[in-house]
């Protein structure tokens, strides 16, 4: 009876010490979190295919994503995942000219947690990228 007592206690006090660690922290940190969980879920379904899980590309057909200067321009990423892409690129020093399918189901929330993942995980971000931001970028016509 005494060490069920004791895991109990012991439960209670891991609840409230996860739920004071979660509370203290920001709306954009949590924000920042969930962006990048969900669009780690959605690069994963719609673009690990080509980039791979770790976005290094596949050899010479599908260009990496770690590296790349596109991930330091986030509007024109955004454009790029909507749009898709038909331009020969250079990433690295090596040329790839396979096109890249737009996406248009995607919707601007999916491709603004896809742009937060990529340049939180590869890029240099830190918070993730507001769909507004996204927004603004698609309403310039066109992929890059």
Partial sequence: MKQRSYRSFTARILVFTVLGLTSCRSSE???????FVTGQQLYMTHCANCHQMEGKGMSNLYPPIVGSATISDKARLA??????????IIVNGKKFSRPMPPNPKLTEIEIAEIVSFVTMKWGKDSVYTPIEFVHKALAVSGAD
């Fill in 79 to 88: 454009r790029i995942i909507q749009h898709g892409m038909s331009d020969t």
């Fill in 29 to 35: 940190e949590l924000k920042s979190e969930q962006y």
